[in-house]
């Protein structure tokens, strides 16, 4: 079984293949049941489970933790891990950093459509806020924010 922190994630899907491959993947036969969302704490937090396979080849799960209070303490309020298995066998095949994989897959699919639907206006546009987006989020990384 493999392992993909953030940093392999980062340097296992670089754009233009995640884009091509986000791509190809739109076209199978994937199953994509509704998520499931739990309130473990009886409050805002909640844990959702999105499931999803290919038929006789593989499963995988993302466990989302959504979880508000973790600002008091500075920890990220929002957490993900993504679980890989074979339908083969049933034993796991990878265990996936889910908010870099998220991150990565939203920006992927965010070009992708771009490059089929949008004129060089609404391309450009997507461009900048795409931009703003990974700014941000590098930005936060570097100073993380404090509400007033």
Same mark, same amino acid.
């Given at each position: 079984?493999?392992?993909?922190?953030?940093? *392999?994630?980062?340097?296992?899907?670089?754009?233009?293949?995640?884009?091509? *491959?986000?791509?190809? =993947?739109?076209?199978?036969?994937?199953?994509?049941?509704?998520? !499931?969302?739990?309130? &473990?704490?009886?409050?805002?937090?909640?844990?959702?489970?999105?499931? #999803?396979?290919?038929?006789?080849?593989?499963? =995988?799960?993302? %466990?989302?933790? +959504?979880?508000?209070?973790?600002?008091?303490? =500075?920890?990220?309020?929002? !957490?993900?891990?993504?679980? %890989?298995?074979?339908?083969?066998?049933?034993? &796991?095949? #990878?265990?996936?950093? =889910?908010?870099?994989?998220?991150?990565?897959?939203?920006?992927?699919?965010? *070009?992708?459509?771009?490059?089929? #639907?949008?004129? *060089?206006?609404?391309?450009?546009?997507?461009?900048? #806020?795409?931009? +703003?987006?990974?700014?941000?989020?590098?930005?936060?990384?570097?100073?993380? %924010?404090?509400?007033?």
């Amino acid at each position: 079984m493999d392992y993909f922190d953030s940093s *392999a994630v980062k340097n296992a899907l670089p754009y233009p293949q995640l884009i091509e *491959a986000l791509a190809r =993947g739109l076209q199978l036969p994937i199953e994509v049941p509704s998520r !499931s969302y739990f309130a &473990p704490n009886a409050d805002a937090s909640c844990v959702l489970i999105m499931p #999803a396979w290919k038929a006789k080849e593989v499963f =995988g799960v993302k %466990l989302v933790s +959504v979880w508000p209070s973790n600002k008091t303490i =500075g920890s990220p309020t929002v !957490s993900a891990v993504y679980v %890989l298995l074979s339908c083969e066998n049933g034993m &796991p095949l #990878a265990v996936i950093d =889910g908010t870099e994989l998220t991150l990565r897959r939203t920006a992927a699919a965010a *070009a992708l459509a771009s490059l089929h #639907a949008a004129t *060089a206006k609404h391309l450009q546009y997507w461009a900048q #806020a795409l931009y +703003v987006c990974l700014w941000f989020k590098r930005m936060q990384a570097c100073t993380p %924010l404090k509400e007033s």
